[in-house]
C-alpha cells in the first residue's frame, strides 16, 4: 500500500501498486449508514419509496465520486474497489438495487462487502507472489548460467 497522493492531488482510502506496472489499484471505502438506517426503519410505501431513493442516490453520489477523483488515465487502473463494510448492505445492493450496480459498472467502479475484498486480497497476493517468483526464477538462471560457466572453464582447465 502506498500514502503518496495522486497526480490530483486527492489521497483514497487504500491504494495498491500493481507489479510490474506503473498503475496503481484504488479502493475506498462508503457506508450509506444514514440511508440505509432510514431503509430499515420504514414502514410502508410512503416511506420506503423516498427511503431506497436516498439510499440509491447516496451510493450513486459514492460511485461517482470515486470515479471521477480516483480513475485516472495511465496512473491507476482502469477499475477502482468501492467497499461497503457491511454485508447486509451490500446484500442489499445486490438484491433490491440492480440499476445501482449496472451503473456502478458501467462508472468502472466495483462495489465490494468484507468477502468480497478478502477474495480481492487473496487474489492479490497470489499475483504478488507469482510476480516474486518469477523475479527469483531470473535470478536463479542469470545465477545458473554463471555456474554452468564457472563449469565449463574448470574442465577445460
Known amino acids: 500500500m502506498d500514502a503518496t497522493p495522486l497526480s490530483n492531488g486527492t489521497r483514497p482510502d487504500c ?14 471505502a462508503k457506508f450509506p ?4 438506517n432510514a431503509l430499515k ?11 431506497e431513493a436516498r439510499l440509491r442516490a447516496d451510493v ?6 470515486i470515479s471521477e477523483k480516483y480513475l485516472i488515465a495511465g496512473e491507476t487502473h482502469e477499475t477502482a474497489i468501492m467497499f461497503v463494510p457491511s454485508e447486509s448492505v451490500y446484500a442489499d445492493l445486490y438484491e433490491k438495487f440492480e440499476d445501482v450496480i ?4 458501467r462508472a468502472r467502479v466495483i462495489i465490494a462487502s468484507h468477502n468480497i475484498l478478502m477474495l480481492l486480497v487473496q487474489t492479490l497476493q497470489a499475483i504478488f507472489k507469482d510476480a516474486r517468483m518469477r523475479e ?3 535470478q ?3 545465477e545458473v548460467a554463471r555456474l554452468l560457466e564457472d563449469v565449463t572453464r574448470l574442465k577445460e582447465r
Open 33 to 36: 449508514l444514514e440511508a440505509f
Open 60 to 65: 450513486l453520489k459514492h460511485v461517482k465520486d
Open 140 to 142: 536463479i538462471k542469470v
Open 102 to 105: 449496472q451503473k456502478a459498472h
Open 41 to 51: 426503519l420504514a414502514r410502508g410505501e410512503a416511506e420506503t419509496k423516498p427511503a
Open 136 to 138: 527469483a526464477a531470473g
Open 15 to 28: 491504494l495498491i501498486k500493481l507489479p510490474e506496472s506503473e498503475l496503481k489499484l484504488i479502493i475506498d
